[in-house]
């Protein structure tokens, strides 16, 4: 057995500057804030990474956290909120001045995107998209027709995130994972991954049941109550107190930054 255990720093330190940095978790669930603020400090001290394109298929506090930071230049996600606290505030902020770019993903794009690279192919047909405006904005998705019945479709490009981060219940040392019922594309996220990497609640010698089988894992790294202040359900509800006082109180980079040097003293 391969023991891939790596501290939250170590397992930070691997994140290259100008990648795609696909965040596992939905909305305010089971979100990998632990490894967040690691990154952050190593932004802090070396200003590496970088450019990253953010890659999530909900995005939430774990993400504007980045784009506040001024780590992120290009986002794709179909949702950029706090749900009932609120926009978040750093993505709103850049987005409404164009110095972020966007990229238009809806759920049938992501989803189809990452399973067309889980099974090892260009692209992924879909009607998805048809008779909307969304080709106009996205000119690298393209059309196809399918061979059989002669009907035009999207075809929505392959996905393939160069570094997976997802936030676990419980891992074994050697890469086991289990995330519960609310999985959202974690285990596509986990396929298509170049590097994946594993925080977990607990570290257990091993599973006889994982979500996420080790041959899919290169890190796994302790972080206890690592999704907080989102929930990480059966373990312990969201903080609505604090995902509140962050929603209320960061505006603006000078805001941001005043709540950053609490964050990262956590």
Same mark, same amino acid.
């Given at each position: 057995m391969k023991n891939k255990l790596l501290t939250l720093e170590e397992a930070? #330190? +691997?994140?290259? %500057? #100008? &990648?795609? +940095?696909? *965040? $596992? $978790?939905m909305t305010l669930y089971r979100r990998p804030i632990a490894f967040v603020r690691s990154l952050l400090r190593r932004f802090q001290r070396t200003g590496e990474p970088g450019d990253l394109t953010l890659l999530s298929f909900t995005a939430s506090?774990?993400? #504007? *956290?980045?784009?506040? @930071? =001024?780590?992120?230049? =290009?986002?794709?996600t179909c949702y950029f909120g706090m749900e009932i606290f609120g926009l978040a505030p750093m993505f709103s902020y850049y987005a409404n =001045? $164009?110095?972020?770019?966007i990229v238009e993903e809806t759920e049938a794009s992501l989803s189809f995107g990452l399973n067309a690279q @889980? %099974?090892? &192919?260009?692209? +992924?047909? $879909?009607?998805?998209?048809?008779g909307t405006d969304l080709p106009r904005l996205r000119p690298d998705v393209h059309t196809v027709i399918d061979p059989y019945s002669g009907e035009e479709l999207i075809a929505f490009p392959a996905i393939h995130p160069d570094v997976t981060v997802i936030h676990a219940l419980r891992a074994d040392p050697e890469g086991n994972a289990q995330i519960g019922n609310n999985k959202g594309v974690d285990e596509e996220l986990a396929i298509t991954g170049k590097l994946v990497i594993i925080t977990a609640e607990e570290i257990v010698p091993d599973l006889l049941k994982a979500d996420i089988p080790a041959p899919f894992v290169h890190v796994v790294a302790h972080a206890p109550r690592g999704a907080s202040p989102t929930s990480c359900h059966p373990l312990y509800p969201l903080d609505g107190k604090a995902l509140l006082t962050y %929603?209320?109180?960061v505006s603006d980079p000078a805001s941001f930054e005043e709540f950053l040097a609490h964050f990262l003293t956590g």
């Open positions: 930070a #330190d +691997l994140v290259p %500057a #100008d &990648v795609m +940095l696909a *965040l $596992g $978790g506090l774990e993400s #504007d *956290l980045l784009v506040g @930071a =001024r780590m992120v230049r =290009r986002v794709r =001045r $164009g110095e972020i770019e @889980a %099974a090892t &192919v260009g692209f +992924l047909p $879909g009607r998805g998209w048809l %929603a209320e109180s």
